[in-house]
């Protein structure tokens, strides 16, 4: 199944993104906790150049805590890169320890002048958030879908630093189907773009061989189902995703599934765990 997105307002955004990098001092790369290395737009790298980055694991509320520790670890051991995971539980930790990276990062910047940071990364991974977060105050419009932004917008920190929000970037072709699979169950894909059933399959197929025991809590479940479509009938049966005649809606059950994923509700879940050296 081929799974691709790339509005048209991309195109102009990958070209402000190209415009605007010579002028800044740092990029804060914004990606998943649950899925770093699928959120992490190539496009982002190839604008970025040579600039020193700040990777941003957002949402690490909903993922496992140990496999998002390995992935910062991960990301640090890349040349020029610093990495932080935030959660809007403690937004003054977020504030304080991002300032100081783009403060260190920046060092070498004209003294008469602040520091100016570029965010970026894919639709729906928490940019908005993360601005209004670091703002105290809400100056990004939030929303639970993709391609919210669709303008770069500049403010002033009150640490003085220079912050430019930048639409979600998606790239024209994603040729790795499981990593398109990833960005569409955690919602980084829209859903008139999506199939819930495809994507329920995945989602119910990955539950079951790495978190089979959030499963069993989370749906109430005497035992383990054998394979994906079975696990989507017992959702359907407790979920009351039934067609007349009481027999399962499958559609219906996947999209209860991706939806209670998205939400946080089955566990802390990762979807990918980074790659051993």
């Known amino acids: 199944m081929s799974l691709q997105w790339y509005p048209g307002h991309m195109t102009k955004a990958r070209r402000d993104l190209l415009a605007l990098m010579p002028s800044q001092d740092v990029m804060i790369e914004v990606i998943d906790s649950r899925l770093p290395e699928a959120s992490s737009n190539p496009l982002v790298a190839e604008v970025r ?3 020193p980055v700040i990777k941003v694991l957002t949402k690490s509320d909903l993922a496992d805590p ?7 670890a991960f990301c640090e051991g890349e040349p020029g890169v610093k990495a932080f995971a935030a959660t809007t539980k403690r937004p003054q930790v977020t504030r ?3 300032t100081e990276l783009c403060q260190h990062l920046a060092q070498h910047r004209r003294p008469d002048r602040p520091v100016r940071a570029l965010i970026a990364g894919v639709p729906n991974v928490g940019k908005s958030t993360l601005v209004n977060i670091l703002m105290n105050r809400v100056v990004a419009k939030v929303g639970d879908k ?12 009150p640490s003085g630093i220079v912050l430019t929000d930048s639409p979600g970037l998606m790239w024209p072709k ?4 499981p990593r398109a699979f990833r960005l569409a169950l955690a919602g980084s894909i829209p859903d008139t773009a999506i199939d819930y059933l495809t994507i329920g399959m995945f989602g119910a197929e990955f539950l079951l061989e790495r978190y089979p025991d959030l499963v069993i ?3 109430k479940l ?7 479509e079975a696990l989507l009938g017992e959702i359907g049966r407790r979920r009351g995703a039934l067609r007349k005649g009481g027999t399962v809606d499958l559609h219906k059950a996947a999209e209860v599934l991706v939806h209670e994923f998205r939400a946080g509700a089955i566990g802390q879940i990762s979807l990918e765990a980074p790659p051993i050296s």
Do not use: C, D, F, M
Not at 66 to 72: D, F
Not at 146 to 157: N, R, Y
Not at 174 to 177: F, L, S, V
Not at 222 to 228: E, M
């Open 146 to 157: 993709p391609a919210v932004t669709k303008e770069q917008q500049a403010v002033h920190l």
């Open 174 to 177: 994603i040729e790795h189907e």
């Open 96 to 98: 304080q320890r991002i």
């Open 49 to 51: 150049g040579a600039k």
């Open 222 to 228: 005497g035992a383990i189902p054998s394979n994906a």
């Open 217 to 219: 809590a989370h749906y």
């Open 66 to 72: 140990a496999v998002t520790r390995a992935w910062v």
